[in-house]
């Protein structure tokens, strides 16, 4: 049963994470870029440090993408406080 709802809870991170990266671009909102980085980082952590082949070493990088991407977000469109 545990492995069931950890195959649950990491399916539905990649979810949210697709989501809101399809949104955060969409929208150019620098939060949903975000936050689907972080919803990403513990799936494709996961797969980034479960083999030694450098193809799974890539998954990695669709978290940095958003990350990188809310980034400059952030900078081009900086709130005002």
């Known amino acids: 049963m545990d492995f069931l709802l950890m195959g649950i809870l990491l399916w539905s991170l990649v979810i949210a994470a697709l989501l809101l990266g399809l949104y955060g671009v969409w929208k150019r909102s620098w939060k949903a870029l975000f ?22 070493k ?23 406080v």
């Open 35 to 56: 936050w689907g980085g972080i919803a990403s980082l513990l799936p494709m952590g996961l797969i980034f440090m479960g083999d030694d082949s450098w193809v799974f």
């Open 58 to 80: 890539l998954s990695i990088l669709p978290p940095l993408l958003m990350f990188i991407g809310a980034y400059f977000l952030k900078q081009r469109h900086p709130e005002k």
